[in-house]
């Protein structure tokens, strides 16, 4: 069996353990950096639970982007930096909140789809309706995520945050909307799967991968130096992920540049 499969299967027991002693919705998180391939595992975990006729469906954080205007309507009156989706405090966390209350309200509720070619939410009718959904794998790169401590705020940790960000008011920010709202929807989490990358170094050339892969779709991408800025913007909250969530998670596995599983814990 490959580390893969013994991931998925480390991950389904995890579940198939819990599920029947746990009333309504089962919420398991996957987080892990970008390109650690959380999706891909989130997905097969909902597949496999459909397959043996647990209704389940996947939501990404990502698909609670506030719009394009909206962002910029923070980084008029926050932080030119929070133009950029990505970190906390560019989320819809109350939208979030709402499909959490009507899952666990056994209300049918629509899933939010965030369409990133038009940087806005796609119109309701194109939303998946669930209803009597068993378990929602909730995926993201931050998901399950803490605050971090005030006083490791005051270094930079790259030219991005030394440069755009030097007195601290951009990572202060997130990292407030990180430790309020967002605490609000993870405390829905029932059990939390971590992907541990070797290093943050790896993270450039693993986004590198996806952009030729959205390449090859015909999509526009972003070049070298685009990545290597945009990365930036993750570096600080992946950093603190990878010390951090560890110790929280119910599984982590560790894996290697080349995504291989190193050890399940």
């Known amino acids: 069996m490959s580390p893969e499969l013994d991931l998925l299967a480390a991950v389904l027991g995890l579940i198939d353990a819990r599920l029947p002693d746990h009333p309504g919705p089962f919420v398991l998180s996957v987080s ?70 009507a899952l666990d309200a056994g209300e049918p509720v629509r899933l939010p789809r965030f369409d990133k070619a038009s940087d806005d939410l796609r119109g309701q009718a194109e939303w998946p309706e669930v209803s009597a959904l068993r378990v929602l794998v909730f995926e993201g790169w931050c998901v399950g995520a803490g605050p971090q401590p005030d006083s490791s705020l005051t270094v930079p940790v790259n030219v991005l945050e030394a440069d755009e960000d030097p007195d601290g008011a951009w990572r202060s920010f997130v990292n ?35 952009e030729l892969e959205i390449a090859g779709q015909g999509q526009a991408v972003m070049d070298e130096a685009g990545i290597a800025r945009f990365v930036q913007f993750y570096q600080r909250l992946t950093e603190w992920m990878i010390e951090d969530i560890p110790h929280r998670a119910d599984l982590t596995a560790r894996i290697d540049q080349n995504r291989r599983v190193l050890s399940i814990t």
Do not use: C, M, N
């Open 32 to 101: 892990g950096s970008q390109g650690s391939g959380k999706s891909t595992l989130a997905k097969a975990v909902a597949a496999d639970l459909r397959s043996r006729g647990v209704a389940s469906e996947v939501l990404s954080i990502d698909d609670l982007y506030l719009s394009s205007a909206a962002r910029r309507k923070l980084a008029a009156e926050v932080h030119p930096l929070l133009a950029t989706r990505g970190v906390p405090g560019t989320h819809d966390v109350g939208l979030g909140l709402s499909v959490f209350a």
């Open 176 to 210: 407030t909307q990180l430790g309020l709202a967002y605490q609000e929807l993870f405390a829905r989490i029932d059990a939390q799967v971590f992907l541990a990358a070797p290093a943050f170094s790896v993270v450039k050339d693993w986004r590198l991968q996806q």
